[in-house]
């Protein structure tokens, strides 16, 4: 009786290591997975901040996304002058559990706003 | 005077009780085996896992800022930034991969680099374990053609 219950635990023990094993994979493909989202967002965020910066500029923006299967998806930009020809965006993504940040350095080089520094912020 | 009979157990009764309970324990040690060596499997890939992430996420941080990234062969990567200094990642013989920074200082993951190369794109890091889909790791900076060297 006794060699039979120690059976069973044994047994229900590898079952909740096994189940907890498979769990904390899918979990963690989960995470990378919004990872590459946010970085993507992040790309894109840096695009609009390029495009739309300007001497002085100041202010936040919400970028509109695209429909897509993870939901509440959000993109914020906003600007923060530092002088007339340097510029700080701060690209902020996020799901509702889940967030990435960079903050990017622009200087304004023979009338082109370029990027100097890049910082991910994880 | 009635006698009393104690029934005793026959030779095969004796030797299919024996059977049986060689049959139970050789499945209990089986089962016990299997529960330690899935335990520690399961340790051993979580802690490979965290510190493959670990290494990858601190890859991908350098190389967001560089503004230039060189392979000069696919066990060292080189990350250059805007103000001149420089990161070297280097994929030793023991598996680990080492992070070398502008001042000399080095940090070290070990045992996740195994089948780890490196190779460089036009604005991006590719790190490949010759297994899984390799791992394309971007310059903010190169991506939207940021600083010329």
Redesign the interface.
């Known amino acids: 009786m006794i060699?039979a219950i120690?059976?069973m635990s044994?047994?229900a023990?590898?079952l909740t290591?096994?189940g907890?094993?498979i769990f904390?994979?899918s979990r963690?493909t989960q995470i990378?997975g919004e990872d590459a989202q946010l970085?993507q967002f992040?790309?894109a965020g840096?695009?609009f901040a390029?495009s739309h910066i300007q001497q002085n500029s100041t202010g936040e923006f919400s970028i509109p996304l695209p429909k897509i299967s993870l939901p509440a998806a959000q993109l914020t930009v906003s600007f923060d002058s530092i002088s007339s020809s340097r510029v700080t965006a701060h690209i902020e993504a996020s799901f509702p559990h889940h967030r990435l940040s960079?903050q990017?350095i622009f200087?304004l080089?023979n009338g082109q706003w370029?990027?100097?520094?890049?910082?991910?912020g994880? | 005077m009635r006698a009393h009979r104690h029934r005793g157990f026959t030779i095969t009764e004796v030797l299919m009780t024996l059977s049986l309970l060689v049959i139970f324990f050789a499945a209990a040690g089986e089962v016990f085996r299997s529960t330690v060596l899935l335990g520690k499997s399961s340790q051993d890939l979580c802690d490979t896992a965290s510190q493959a992430d670990s290494a990858l996420r601190q890859l991908r941080i350098d190389a967001w800022n560089a503004r230039a990234i060189s392979v000069p062969d696919p066990r060292s990567a080189r990350i250059s930034f805007a103000d001149g200094t420089a990161i070297t990642w280097q994929l030793d013989s023991q598996k680990s991969a080492i992070r070398i920074d502008a001042a000399g200082h080095s940090q070290r993951w070990e045992n996740i680099a195994a089948g780890w190369s490196f190779t460089a794109d036009a604005d991006s890091l590719i790190v490949s374990d010759g297994k899984s889909v390799p791992q394309r790791i971007i310059s903010q900076i190169l991506l939207t053609g940021g600083p010329k060297p």
């Open positions: 060699a120690a059976l044994l047994s023990m590898t290591l096994l907890s094993t904390n994979q963690r990378l970085r992040l790309i840096a695009a390029q960079q990017l200087i080089e370029r990027i100097t520094q890049a910082r991910l994880l």
